[in-house]
């Protein structure tokens, strides 16, 4: 089993700024991508943005050029640095990673998630 530990998030105001942390532990042969989803309430799950193990980049249009995705494989951790924040971005943050447990075996994991809230 893996385990994603997220820490960050809380109320901010509209136009501050907010950092996310994830971090991901035991059975990890090979982590494939990792990132953030969130969920609005009354509203589905939907991608912020993830990075896979190349380095390459994925972001929802809705965050482009406010949100940051960087991820540190040496440590299994994945970080979401949150500017220029509006009530629509209210949610709650939950991290995913697609791990590798062997070499054949893989699965997709979540956090427990984290709530951000913006607000005036």
């Known amino acids: 089993q893996v385990q994603l530990v997220e820490s960050g998030g809380g109320l901010v105001q509209p136009g501050g700024s907010l950092s996310l942390s994830c971090a991901a532990s035991?059975?990890?042969?090979?982590?494939?991508?990792m990132g953030w989803y969130r969920q609005a309430p009354g509203k589905e799950r939907e991608l912020v943005a993830t990075?896979?193990?190349?380095?390459?980049?994925n972001y929802d249009d809705s965050v482009k050029g406010r949100f940051t995705v960087s991820r540190d494989n040496a440590m299994n951790a994945v970080y979401l640095q949150m500017n220029s924040l509006t009530p629509e971005d209210t949610a709650v943050y939950f991290c995913?990673?697609?791990?590798?447990?062997?070499?054949?075996?893989?699965?997709?994991?979540w956090g427990q998630g984290t709530q951000v809230t913006v607000s005036a």
């Open positions: 990075v896979n193990a190349g380095g390459g980049i």
């Open positions: 995913n990673a697609y791990v590798y447990s062997d070499y054949t075996h893989w699965g997709a994991f």
């Open positions: 035991g059975s990890i042969f090979r982590i494939i991508s």
